[in-house]
């Protein structure tokens, strides 16, 4: 399975961020809870260290020193 993630203003995500992915394609306000919980169809624990395995929907953290572009050393 190959995801692609494309960002508007990636200028704006400099830092570390946390990546999921959710059971529906929406994202709402006031809360985004129409997005769902995080895609989970083998019921496993969150988090990518956990022993029993992680969710499927659970993806790596997305680092980004300001001015290098994600996925250059």
Known sequence: MLITLTFARGSALTGTHAVHIH???QCGPPDFADAGG????????????????P???DLPD?????G?????P
Request: charge should be positive; proline fraction near 6%; include cysteine.
């Open 38 to 53: 995080i895609f989970n169809p083998r019921g496993k624990q969150h988090g990518l260290l956990n022993r029993e395995g």
């Open 68 to 72: 290098v572009p994600f996925g250059k």
């Open 23 to 25: 059971e529906r394609g």
């Open 62 to 66: 997305l680092v980004r020193e300001c």
């Open 55 to 57: 969710m499927v929907g």
